[in-house]
């Protein structure tokens, strides 16, 4: 089905690190785009250079907090929406646990708002970045390794409760509500960056991730990595095991979870909603994305084993059988082009979109 143009795709947190790949995405295949985010942990400047890629130099970009319901309803009378995809949130699992008031202030009060005002407005289609974090510790089941959607839940971090608590919210919402359709994609790991070099993850501080820590440790800005732990039993060489995504990926993984929602609708006088885990299916150890990081690039990744980070996990593999069947998407690059894509955004963006702190 080819993409409206006489609606808008509203991308809450679209400047930040997945919005704004999965806002190229959607340019570049014809939707009309609106951006809201607060930019509390992105810059605009991601969203610049998406136009300059797009060659789309009127893609809005209107700096809001997702909690201010009079400024949202402004967005939605100002621009004829037809489907909301929901990045915007606070994601860091260790920051969850100190300041847990925060992250459901955040993503929980901003998720409602953002439902409210698409109510009010009549929005059909809702797209929600939710987490292989909701299922917690999947090995605690046998058999559930891959992981499918079936998995019982049980997050283990602030961060964790307020992406099931949004689900749960959503399920509530599309059952009350028959013109809601929405669609649930569980991300597992999403690393990479866009090949133009132009956009990626440009983290702030300190890195929590493996991949933009591994990078910045290649390009001079950290002496060594630590690897958490050597000890964890079903390992190959006893570091855990993650399904690690290309981000350009995982971005048309939202186009095709839009299209499938064109072409659903709900029954029994309820709206409808699904969850669809967004993974490769292939696991890989953090000892092997290290010897893949530095395959794909040259560079030597000095690392020394460290005890283990509390809340890891052994493995977090996902089955995408579902998303490969009823979105028809499946991922199509490999973790190596990942790397290289990765290197490539941090050798050409040393200190990200922002420049070298004075
Ligand atoms: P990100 O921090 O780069 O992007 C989130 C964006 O939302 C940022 O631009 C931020 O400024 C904005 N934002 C935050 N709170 C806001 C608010 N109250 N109002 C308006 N804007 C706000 O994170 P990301 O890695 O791109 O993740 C996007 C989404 O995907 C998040 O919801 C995250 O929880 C989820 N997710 C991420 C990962 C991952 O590993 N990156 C994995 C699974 C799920
Ligand atoms: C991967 C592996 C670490 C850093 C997190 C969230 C999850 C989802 C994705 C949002 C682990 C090891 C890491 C380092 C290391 N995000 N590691 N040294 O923990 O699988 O998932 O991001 O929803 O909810 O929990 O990703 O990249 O932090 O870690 O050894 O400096 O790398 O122990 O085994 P994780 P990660």
Known sequence: MAPPTDSYVLVAGGAGYIGSHTVLELVSAGYKVVVVDNLCNSSEES??????????????????????????????????????????????????????????????????????????????????????????????????????????????????????????????????????????????????????????????????????????????????LQVFGNDYEGSPDGTPIRDYIHVVDLAQGHLAALAKLDSVKGENGEGFLRAWNLGSGKGSTVLQIISSFEKATGQKIPFEIVGRRKGDVLDLTAKPDRANTELNWK????????????????????????GKPE
């Open 331 to 354: 991922v199509k690059l490999s973790v190596e082009d990942a790397c290289r894509d990765l290197w490539k955004w941090t050798t050409e963006n040393p200190w990200g979109y922002d």
């Open 47 to 224: 969203i610049i250079r998406v136009r300059e890629l797009t060659n789309t130099p009127d893609i809005p970009l209107v700096k809001l907090d997702l909690r201010d319901a009079a400024g949202l309803d402004k967005v939605f009378t100002e621009y004829k929406v037809k489907s909301v995809i929901h990045f915007a949130g606070l994601k860091a699992v260790g920051e969850s646990t100190k300041i847990p008031l925060e992250y459901y202030d955040a993503n929980v009060s901003g998720a409602i708002t953002l439902l409210k005002a698409m109510a009010k407005h009549s929005v059909p289609e809702f797209v929600f970045s939710s987490s292989a974090t909701v299922y917690g510790d999947a090995t605690r089941f046998p058999n559930m390794i891959p992981i499918p959607e079936e998995c019982p839940t049980g997050p283990t971090s602030p961060y964790g409760h307020t992406k099931l608590i949004i689900e749960e919210i959503l399920e509530d919402t599309a059952a009350a509500d028959p013109n809601l359709k929405v669609a649930v994609l569980r991300y597992f790991n999403p690393i990479g960056a866009h090949p133009s070099g132009r956009i990626g993850e440009d983290p702030r501080g300190i890195p929590n991730n493996l991949l933009p820590y591994v990078a910045q440790v290649a390009v001079g800005r950290r002496p060594q």
